[in-house]
């Protein structure tokens, strides 16, 4: 049979997520615990409020969700400052990623993005048929003067990870001033903030900022890391109102599910599991640069809560090498990284496994 795809369709490369548990349990027969670092997850799990709430309306799931998703959306607007209508949520900030494009981008036009942040920009790209740009970062950053220098007459969007996955790294607050200095005021800037409560601080720009200015500027944030809630898929993004409105007519009804709303409202009151995770994260990352560094490894100082580590040599054997012994970490040759692994900051005794499994593999594992 030919192929009936459409023909931007028959190029796009599909996401590669990280290698679910079970899957894992399936191939290989293990036994015992397997540690999935490989998605970014928070390995605390989801709040114990929110966990509580889900059980108790579960018998509603008879029920179609609340469309407007009116009292997460007023709960989220409210906290940070802004109107129901400068809000909006989604199936995962993947989804939002998708109505972005979906919304301002016609067929040919581009947008540009760093050659090494997060995959779905250019996938999300490919599939409604933009011309993606990928600038080249530098030392392991994004290079936002060479982004501006990409921006062409028919650029529509800019996306920007900030952190950016998979290297960790952050655009510090000065560049991302001088940035919004420079970029053309009718090009749309994304900055996807999903790991923000891992990065806010003195170095971090608040971009929500630039939207309360009435500037083009879309910020995106996930329930799916530090608030443990990637199993239910939730996103959000702020905008100024006329954005939100044009995203708006994107979406699909019901986009959010019953359970993904109850959940998230409850998180959000839960401010002390947010504080643990976010403690717990640096602590496991201090631990973790001690460590690699013992072991000669090279890695980039993360502001997620995550680590890239390049291990020199062809990331199969390592990967392998780990999943054998019970844990998942992410290869990144997909990324052009054919010799790094990203690997997600687990709980203390997550993490001293990963260790002792990458010693292992330094001493014997080569062979
Ligand atoms: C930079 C970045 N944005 C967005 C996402 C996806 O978030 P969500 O689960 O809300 O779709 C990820 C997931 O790893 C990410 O790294």
Known sequence: MHNLARWKIRSVKPYVPGKPIEELTRELGIKGEIIKLASNENPLGPSPKAMEMVSRYIKELNLYPDDSAYSLTKKIAEMNGLSTD???????????????????????????????????????????????????????????????????????????????????????????????????????????????????????????????????????????????????????????????????????????????????????EDTEHVRKSVEMNSKGLEYLYEEFSKMNLKFYKSWGNFILVDLGINSDKPYNFLLKKGIIVRPVKNYSLPTCLRITVGTPSQNQKLVEGLKEFLEHGYS
Request: charged content about 25%.
């Open 86 to 268: 400068e809000v909006i949520l989604g199936n995962g900030s993947v989804e939002i990623m998708q109505m972005i494009d979906l919304a301002f981008v016609n067929p040919g036009e581009s947008i540009v993005t760093s050659e090494k942040s997060f995959s779905l920009y250019k996938i999300i790209g490919d599939i409604v048929g933009a011309r993606v740009i990928e600038t080249p970062m530098k030392d392991g950053k994004i290079d936002l003067n060479l982004i501006l220098e990409d921006i062409k007459e028919d650029t529509k969007v800019v996306f920007i990870d900030n952190p950016t996955n998979p290297m960790g790294t952050l655009c510090p607050k000065d560049e991302v001033e001088d940035f919004m200095k420079r970029v053309p005021e009718d090009v749309i800037v994304v900055w996807d903030e999903a790991y923000y409560e891992y990065a806010r601080g003195e170095h971090f720009k608040e971009t929500i900022d630039y939207v309360k200015q009435g500037r083009n500027v879309i910020v995106l944030r996930t329930f799916s890391k530090v608030y443990g809630l990637a199993g239910l898929r939730l996103g959000y993004a702020f905008a100024k109102k006329e954005i939100i409105d044009a995203l708006g007519r994107t979406r699909l009804p019901f986009n959010v599910n019953t359970m993904a709303q109850i959940a998230a409202y409850y998180a959000l």
